[in-house]
C-alpha cells in the first residue's frame, strides 16, 4: 500500500477524487435551495432531476474516495500547527466524509419512499430501495435539509482553513491539493 505523506503531498488521485466532489457537492447545494423555492414546474423539475443525478453519482465517487483515503495515508499538516488544530481539522473532515455519504443516501431513500423517479443524467433510473411512506418521506427531506445546512457550516470551516493556511500561515497545504506540491 503506497502512502505518500513522506512527499507532502496527495496523489493525483485523490487531488480528482476531492475536486469531483467539490464540485458536485457546491452544485447541489445551491441547486437544492433553488428548487425547493421555484414552487412546481419545469425549472424545478429540471433542477431536481439534475440534483438527484450528482447525488447519485456522488455515492460511488465518495465511497471510492474513502476507500483511497484509508489505504493512502494523506500528508500530515505542518509539524508547528498545534494539536488543537489538527483535531479540529480531521474532525471536520471525518464530519464532511460522513455528511457527503450520508446525504445522497438519504435523499435516495427519501425519494424513494415519495416515489419519485430518480432519473441520472435522463439516461437510466434508480429503482426505489424504500417502501412508499410519504410521512417518513417528509422527514427524511428534512433530515436531508438539515444536514445540507450543516455540510455548509462545515465547507466553511475546510475553506476557510484552506485559505487561512495559504493567505496567513503562507504554508503549502492549499497548494499540495491543488498542484500536488
Known sequence: MPL?????TY????RVLHWLTALFVLSAIPMGIAMGRLGPGPAADFL???HRSLGAVLIPIVLFRIYWRLTHKPPPLPFDIPRSQQLAAEAVHHM???CILAQPVIGWIATSAYRAPIKVFWLFQLPPIWKEDRAFSEMLFALHMYIGWAMCLLLAAHIGGALFHHFIRK???????????
Open 48 to 50: 431536481f432531476d439534475l
Open 4 to 8: 505518500n505523506d513522506h512527499t507532502g
Open 11 to 14: 496523489t493525483v488521485t485523490a
Open 171 to 181: 504554508d503549502r497545504v492549499l497548494m499540495r491539493m491543488i498542484e500536488g506540491a
Open 96 to 98: 464532511l466524509y460522513a
